[in-house]
């Protein structure tokens, strides 16, 4: 199958902390509100990991800031970078994600490539060895989406199947043992998987049925991190309640809680809340959800983002929000709150259009 570009043109921006430069802003100054990055150029796609950023452009070249702790930038060595830099000279990268230290990107042609820091075979290459430059992953051409954790990854083919490689000490592959994987393992047999989001110990996914399946670590406090209703640990795909009506969930988590929207536009959210990350008007150690909460009454959320412990999305009207921890202004509002347990507008603009969250920062694109 062969993947192509829209041809879309979006200014890129960025918040919150600046440690090692991973705002891109040439500098290492936190910021509270949105700063534009390059404002030249065309971004087409970001994602977050822990405390590094990842871009493709409009020409399909990728380019990397930020810490590059076990060559996470991509970019042949380990130095950090506070402003963008082109990862090779390849025009035909096509989707990214960001894990703690590691990566995954796919090509236009549906190949899959991976760096970083690989402790436990989360890149993917059927080695333990640390990849400062994009390796293929295997010779196939069908991976469709990939989503990196923080020492695991989640994949699905163009066929349905559900891949997964890296740490398991926690179930987190989903494939019903808690032994590590170096290269990619199919997660069952089913052919019918849409979309994966992979976090720290604990793993997402949705079918094409509407459903959403959880599995991994299941304890954080006292709370439950799966969404099932209790902290039990799974090993498997565990469904999260049954309804059919599920359709986004984050490209990665990097906290101990999730976050979901319905196909009516509503938002939900559960697991641990102790600066208010699932926006339901508390937070604390112990207002912690085992099962999915609504956000509010509205219908009309579009995209979403899970940060360590912040959360931000979008709305169809192009307006964007946030909320949970503030202490490096990772929510954009200007300010340095300890937190903010409810959704709050970021600015006025309508013309936002996708977001990521790290540890602690932010990144968005308008146009």
């Known amino acids: 199958m062969v993947y192509t570009l829209p041809p879309k043109i979006y200014d890129l921006w960025s918040w919150g902390r600046n440690s090692y430069g991973l705002l891109g802003l040439g500098n290492t100054t936190d910021r509270s509100s949105p700063n534009q990055i390059s404002s030249l150029t ?52 096509s989707s990214i994600s960001g894990g703690e230290f590691h990566n995954l990107a796919l090509k236009t042609d549906g190949t899959m490539w991976s760096w970083g820091r690989n402790t ?21 051409t069908t991976w469709l989406k990939v989503s990196a954790g923080f020492y695991h990854t989640v994949a699905v083919k163009t066929d349905g199947t ?29 052919t019918n998987w849409s979309s994966v989001s992979a976090s720290n110990y604990h793993s997402l996914a949705i079918k094409t049925d509407g459903t959403m399946w959880a599995w991994g670590y299941n ?10 209703g209790d902290t039990i640990t799974r090993s498997s795909p565990t469904q999260i309640g049954a ?39 508390t937070a604390g150690n112990y207002q912690g959800r085992s099962s999915p909460v609504q956000v509010g009454a509205l219908t009309t959320w579009s995209k979403i983002a899970a ?3 912040h959360s931000t999305a979008i709305k169809t009207d192009g307006t964007l929000w946030s909320w949970g921890r503030n202490s490096y202004g990772q929510l954009g509002l200007g300010g340095t709150d300890y937190a903010v347990s409810s959704p709050v507008q970021v600015g006025s603009l309508t013309t936002w259009v996708n977001i990521a969250a790290g540890h602690s920062f932010t990144l968005a694109t308008d146009n």
């Open 243 to 281: 309804l059919t009506n599920w359709s986004t969930i984050p490209a990665t988590m990097k906290g101990a809680f999730s976050l979901a929207i319905k196909t009516d536009g509503t938002l939900w959210t559960w697991g641990y809340n102790d600066r208010g990350q699932l926006g339901i008007g």
């Open 42 to 93: 065309p971004w087409l796609r970001i994602s977050a990991g822990y405390n590094h950023s990842l871009a493709i452009k409009t020409d399909g070249t990728m380019w990397s800031w930020g810490r590059n702790f076990g060559g996470a930038l991509g970019l042949g060595n380990t130095t950090n970078y506070s402003s963008p830099k082109q990862v090779g000279a390849l025009t035909y990268w």
């Open 162 to 190: 559900l891949w997964s490689w890296g740490y398991n000490g926690r179930g987190e592959l989903g494939d019903g043992t808690t032994t590590d994987k170096s290269s990619p393992v199919q997660v069952g047999s089913l």
């Open 307 to 309: 940060g360590q412990r």
């Open 120 to 140: 436990y075979g989360q890149v993917g290459d059927n080695t333990t060895t640390n990849k400062s430059s994009p390796v293929q992953i295997g010779a196939l």
């Open 219 to 228: 304890s954080f406090g006292s709370t439950g991190i799966l969404g099932v």
